[in-house]
């Protein structure tokens, strides 16, 4: 690897050597150490493990998952709906449900279904893996199965399958037809959800989402559709906004109106119990990362409580559908520096062995930032950097950070080569970029290790992906080798 000071003017080596560390840099621009990111002897811990251990066991480029960091966001969760439960006399139940869009993975459902909670769907592929989840003992048919989004063919007869086979299956309504294809082929008493379209922020570019079935047409679905029928029956009405729960007027005011309907749909509707208000918890995506769980659910319930109140009614039961919460944190990438490029007098690049584009693509599709940390060298001097994957995009890049508008990395001065790591990338980045399959240039999936503890607090690892061949991408592509058959 090219040293920096075949780079560095004379007039620069001096600025250069005035610089201080890494590890001072960091100590003294944010709250440092913190929960998850700790330093021991110049090497990053994430979560107490040791990731320069981890690098030199798998190599890089290389995704890893913390699996007891999503049971711990669960149960912190759970814990503190509880208890504001508690506090505030709140007469209903909590449920948390985990949203299935935002990781897919086997190894993901099986750690938060240790946790009980529910599951969220959001396609018809889903339900195979609810099928997969009971045939494995790891829900039963008393489990909730909330079904959302809009729903194609292929979705509502995998629907209706579990409601006839006795799952607690609950569809949420999404347009004024969909009940019909349940009170045609249902052949027992099931449950539904409404899900209430919701207004956007005045900054969307639509006023109110396309999700959903809009305020003024809930009473009539319910008592045209819904009251007739001799099978269906009204459990819950469904709420959620883009921008998440957070602590601003939008956000409250779309709540009470929810709560409001809620209290209307009740008076009339004798088996509306519950109410789901989606998810939207934020994850931690920078160092500087402030929010108050606590405060949000224990206003979430008074509120909802006092509306309640106000209006003489029951309060509802309360279900969440956390996804990025639940999962985001327990992710990383790990890269490995191959190069430097100084490519005018101030614009120096690092290049990493993989690609933003495929490996990241919420950091070129949404301009996402994570929380960007070197592995090793916390001891050296630093310096400006913008980073760059390896496709020949010129998107595919990175260059900073949510705290800031530059990013800063240890220099480059000796053999010892640089290690990075983005992370809480856990949520979404497998869905969307695609896995195991072809990717812009050709660039392979990296490996992906599981890191679990055992009882003793041990770490333990796992390979559950190795790095993908350039076999499985010609098999996929169409190609051939002589003698054999065209996709094999």
Known sequence: MAKLSQYCTSSL?????????????????????????????????FNDVPLMDI????????????????????????????NAIERFKY???????????????????????????????SSAFDI???????????????????????????????ITDLLNDGFNCIPILDNLSEIDTYEKNVNKPYQVGIRVAADEEPKFEFYTSRLGIRYSDIVPLFKEKIQPSGKASLKMLHFFINTGIKDTAYYWSELSRFIFKYCEMKKICDTLDSIDIGGG?????????QFDYKYMIEQIVENIKWICEKNNVP????????????????????????????QNDKELWYMIDGSFITHLPDVWG??????????????????????????CDSHDYYNSEAHTGEVFLPMITDEEPLYIGFFHTGAYQESLGGYGGIQHCLIPAPKHVLISR?????????????????????KLLGYQSEGQPLNP
Not at 281 to 289: A, E, G, M, Q, R
């Open 128 to 158: 195979p893996i609810v099928r997969t989840m009971y045939e494995r003992n790891k829900i039963t048919k008393d489990t909730f199965i909330l079904c959302n989004g809009f729903k194609m063919p292929k979705y509502k007869e995998y």
């Open 315 to 342: 309060v509802p039961n309360i279900f969440t559908e956390f996804g990025s919460f639940t999962v985001g944190e327990s992710g990383a990438v790990l890269y490995s520096m191959v190069d430097q490029k100084l």
């Open 91 to 121: 007469n209903g139940k909590y449920t948390y449900c985990y949203c299935t869009k935002s990781s897919h993975y086997d190894f993901v459902l099986e750690e938060a279904l240790n946790n009980d909670v529910h599951i969220e769907t």
């Open 366 to 391: 949404l301009n996402q930032k994570y929380i960007l940390l070197s592995v090793n060298k916390w001891d050296d001097p630093y310096h400006k950097v913008n980073i760059g994957g390896l496709t």
């Open 13 to 45: 080596k001096p600025k250069y050597a005035e610089m201080k560390s890494y590890r001072e840099l960091i100590e003294q621009t944010f709250e440092f150490p913190q929960k998850e990111f700790k330093v021991r002897d110049h090497e990053l811990l």
């Open 281 to 289: 918890f934020p994850i931690k995506t920078s160092l500087t990362f």
């Open 454 to 474: 055992n009882e003793d607090g041990e770490i333990t690892t796992e390979l559950f992906a190795k790095e993908q061949t350039s076999e499985s991408m010609m």
């Open 55 to 82: 690098i030199k066991q798998y190599g890089t480029p290389l995704k890893i998952t913390y699996l007891p960091r999503i049971s711990e966001n669960i149960r912190f969760a759970q814990a503190t709906f509880n």
